[in-house]
Nanobody, 124 residues
Framework: QVQLVESGGGLVQAGGSLRLSCAAS????????MGWFRRAPGKEREFVAS????????FYAGSVKGRFTISRDNAKTTVSLQMNSLKPEDTAVYYC?????????????????WGQGTQVTVSS
């Protein structure tokens, strides 16, 4: 079993930056691909970014590409999401997710473990 705990959310002005972190428990973390998803008020949960087990492959949603960077530290069993040039439309609850496969995925139904979420609010 893997437990995921996000941190780093908050309130920021448009154009600002935030760094989200996800701490994972469990020795098998290094075998899992990881992802970040978000759910804005009144909207479906959507894919943000994903990273393979080694960190060698990453993929981003078009809406965040060039502004967000996903990374992982397998020694510390953490995954991070650096968010720059934030926009009001980035406001959402952000979720860290893990899947029991090494290759990344953009589909939330392919992830096996989820964190509780952290709120990100971007003011205009």
């Amino acid at each position: 079993q893997v437990q995921l705990v996000e941190s780093g959310g908050g309130l920021v002005q448009a154009g600002g930056s935030l760094r989200l972190s996800c701490a994972a428990s469990g020795r098998t973390f290094t075998s899992y691909a990881m992802g970040w998803f978000r759910r804005a008020p009144g909207k479906e949960r959507e894919f943000v970014a994903s990273i393979s087990w080694s960190g060698g492959s990453t993929f981003y949603a078009g809406s965040v590409k060039g502004r967000f960077t996903i990374s992982r530290d397998n020694a510390k069993t953490t995954v991070s999401l650096q968010m720059n040039s934030l926009k009001p439309e980035d406001t959402a609850v952000y979720y860290c997710a893990g899947r029991r496969l090494r290759v990344l995925s953009t589909h939330d139904n392919e992830y096996d473990y989820w964190g509780q979420g952290t709120q990100v609010t971007v003011s205009s």
